[in-house]
Structure formats: C-alpha cells, structure tokens
C-alpha cells in the first residue's frame, strides 16, 4: 500500500482541527449557487458542451420513501401511497426530454445513478417503463461497459427486483445499512434484520453485479465501540467492493426528522471518536484502503486503481471514476455540472411540476465558474482525492506560478506542516499519514469563498 493510501488516527490532531467546513463535492460549493444563473443560460452551455464531444452522466433523484429515517437530511417525500410516483415520474420523462434536447445523440451516458429518497420505491413496471424512455432522449450504452448504479433499500427488495434492475442494465447497487444493532435501528425507524441486508447482497453477487457498496452511519443513538464493531465485523465477512462510514451530524434545528432522536441517547463526542478510529482499524486490517472522505474500497476496486493512477474525480455524487462526463441532474432538488457551470432544479415538488407544466426547465439556480474557480477546484480535486499535488502540473494546466498565486495560501499550510498533517517543498504538496482524515481543513485553505464568507453553513470535518 502507498504512502498516500495509509492513515494515522491522531486524537490530539483531531480534536485541534475539528471545525466546520464543506465536503467539496464542488468547489465553489452549493453556498454559492444563485437564482441569477438561469435555465436559460443553463441550456446555452449545455448545447456548447456538444462540441467537446464529450460522455455524458445522469443522475435521477427519486425522492418518495415510504417510512421516514430520522436520521436523513436528505430531500425526500415521505409516503405510504404508490400512486404519487406516476405524476412525479410523467414529469419526469418530459423533463428528459426537455434535457435530451440540449444534448446530441452521439454522446454516450457512460455513467448513470438513480437516488432518492428510495429508487426502489417505484414499481417494477415504472423502473422499466423509466430506463426506456431515458434510452429514447439519451444514448445509453447495452453492453454492461457502463457505471449504472442505484441506491436500494433493503426493505424494498422483493424476488425479483434485483433481477430486473440487472436486466434493464445496472451493474452497481448501493446499500443503506446504518447498523445492525436492533435498538439503533428501533430509535432512528431504520428497521431492516441481518439476514435481509445479507441476503441482498448475496442475490447481488449471484447476478453479476459488477460492485456493491454498503453505507454505515456512526454517531446514532445507543452506538458504543462494541455494539458498532460487530456490525463492522458483520459487514467485512460479506466483502462488498465499497464500504462508507458516514458522521452522523445532528441538526435538528434544520432536519424536523432529526427532533425525533433523543439527543440524551446519542454517543458522546469522544466515544464518537473512539468509534471511528475502532472502524478505521477494523477496515485496514481487512484489507480496506481509505479513499477519503468516508469512503474505503477494496484495493483492486476502481475507485482505489484510480486513486493510484491519480485519476480519481470527485462530484455531487461523491468519488468517481468519470471525471470527463457533463453530468445531468433530472428530477426535483437533481444538481448538474454542465460545462463550467453548476445548476441545480427546483426542490419541492409543486414548483417542479409547475416548471415542467410550463414546458421549461427545472433549473432554479447555479454558477458559473470563473478562472480563479476552475484553478481552485482543480487544486482542491487533486488533494482531496490523490492526497498530492505537484505544482507544475497546475501551472501546466492553467498558465500561472503557483508559488505566487498561492503565496498566501502556502503561508497558512505551513502550520499544518509543522503539525505534521503535510509535506511541502517548493515544488509539491504531499498529505502525511495523520492529514488524510482531516483533509477538508488542508483544502479549505485554497477556498477564496470560505475566506470571504461572514458566516459557517457547514458540518464539522469529523
């Protein structure tokens, strides 16, 4: 294993730099999107994108679920009626076309993702009746060479579904797990039994799909080191491709599901801690490599092999492989990144449909980016997810002296390096062993925006 794919659990470190601060899955983030970027000026860069030839990624977000998590902060429609998928979805189909209007055929959609809310949601008759229309606006690829992936909720897997969602073309399915302690699943109304997840997983693996990927979520109520370690265990013995172990992030004030957890319940700060450098453990000794940002695979898995050939990207969507893709975003709260541009749909449902009605775009608001930006989120796509940077390589691609246009910057890094966090020489960045878990303070030092803003609208980096 690498120097760049080896981490140190630092306690002293990480309580020092524990702080607020985004997850980049943009630079500049959301925070920054606004309602002067218009649907308009959205469809003329996408029809610009046509000369670049270029592949194409879709996302569709899904938002009904039929029981809410009090955990999630997701945007989701929380519903026991099956019936309000077919409105949503016939919106949806003229949104594609709306979208596939922009776009010319010979692009391939070399990466699609349906999210949610809870995809499986939708009845087998409409997950089919969705890939073909898509395949009618789009020009999806039929010979499994693709990334279609999709997020499944265990409790909505009857016999046939993994089977059909193979059959129609998805070679990746993602898990929501949290944990498999029965009262942590009672307190946050996440109920799914051992044997069900398992059970999904094997089917996966029969079928042929191609990666499967389990989330965990740490920092729920009644989680301790012991509890949440057999789930860990649990979960290696079935060896998905990709295991995420998110922070759960209480935030009632801002999630009205959230009120529903007994804040008393949950593990305190430093039992947090413990519980995160036990699962670090836990995964390296398995043979997990640490992505980033939540994320381990297994060393042969794409996301580590591009990790290592320093052709690992970073979206919306969380860590790719698809860094050459314009990505789509269809349905209600869906984020695209077309061009030099982020936008972003309506959220709630009435104003969806109320765009889509009047024959235009979701699209409510977004940003264009400037130089600076396109420099800045290249520096920081580098370090977050390659860990390095050489900066001939970033003079290369954008005509400056990174010594000179990131002198202040490089001052600020020199605190981290003599915390041990990194290395730098006049001529590269290189995170340490004890950076990689903090690695969201490093990039925030090249963030113009987060210098500038008054305020913090972020979650704490650990």
């Known amino acids: 294993m690498s120097l760049s794919q080896t981490i140190d659990f630092d306690l002293d470190l990480i309580n020092r730099y524990d702080t607020a601060g985004p997850r980049y899955t943009s630079y500049p983030t959301a925070v920054q999107f606004h309602e002067g970027f218009t649907a308009e000026r959205y469809a003329e860069i996408a029809r610009e994108t046509n000369a670049s030839g270029r592949p194409l990624s879709l996302y569709f977000h899904i938002p009904f679920c039929d029981t809410v998590c009090f955990y999630c902060a997701c945007n989701k429609v929380v519903t026991k009626d099956r019936t309000r998928a077919r409105p949503y979805l016939d919106r949806l189909y003229r949104e594609m076309e709306l979208q596939g209007e922009l776009f010319d055929r010979s692009r391939p959609v070399t990466q699609l993702h349906w999210g949610g809310g809870t995809p499986t949601f939708i009845s087998h008759d409409e997950m089919t009746e969705l890939m073909q229309r898509t395949a009618e606006h789009f020009r999806l690829l039929d010979d499994d060479t693709g990334e279609y992936s999709i997020e499944i909720d265990p409790r909505e897997v009857d016999d046939h579904t993994l089977s059909l969602l193979r059959k129609l073309g998805f070679n990746r399915i993602s898990l929501g797990v949290q944990d498999f302690d029965e009262r942590v699943q009672q307190a946050v109304n996440r109920v799914q039994s051992e044997s069900l997840v398992l059970g999904v997983l094997d089917e996966a693996r029969r079928l042929g799909f191609r990666s499967t990927s389990v989330d965990l979520i740490y920092g729920l109520p009644h989680q301790d080191r012991k509890t949440f370690g057999h789930t860990v265990d649990k979960i290696i013995q ?21 009120r529903r957890i007994n804040e008393a319940d949950l593990p305190s700060p430093s ?192």
């Open 271 to 462: 039992e947090k801690l413990a519980i995160l450098q036990q699962t670090i453990q836990q995964l390296t000794e398995a043979g997990y490599v640490y992505i980033g940002m939540d994320h381990f695979a297994k060393p042969d898995d794409e996301l580590a092999v591009a990790q290592r050939d320093h052709t690992l990207y970073r979206n919306f969507q969380g860590y790719s492989t698809h860094s050459n893709c314009d990505l789509v975003g269809l349905g209600s709260t869906s984020v695209g990144m077309v061009g030099h541009s982020y936008s972003q749909n309506r959220h709630d449902l009435e104003s969806y449909f109320e765009r889509i009605d009047a024959g235009r775009l979701a699209v409510f608001r977004g940003v264009e980016l400037d130089a600076d930006d396109l420099l800045r989120r290249d520096v920081i796509t580098r370090l977050i997810c390659h860990f390095e940077l050489a900066f001939a390589d970033v003079e290369k691609a954008h005509g400056i002296r990174f010594n000179d246009y990131f002198a202040q910057e490089l001052k600020a890094l020199e605190g981290m390096q003599a915390d041990g966090l990194l290395q730098m020489t006049g001529e590269s960045i290189t995170v340490l062993p004890a950076g990689r878990l903090l690695i969201r303070n490093i990039c925030m030092t090249f963030d113009r925006y987060l210098r500038e803003a008054k305020e913090q609208r972020f979650s704490r980096v650990i």
């Open 238 to 258: 079935v060896d998905p491709a990709r295991i995420s172990v998110f922070n759960y992030a209480h935030l009632p004030d801002r999630f009205k599901p959230q």
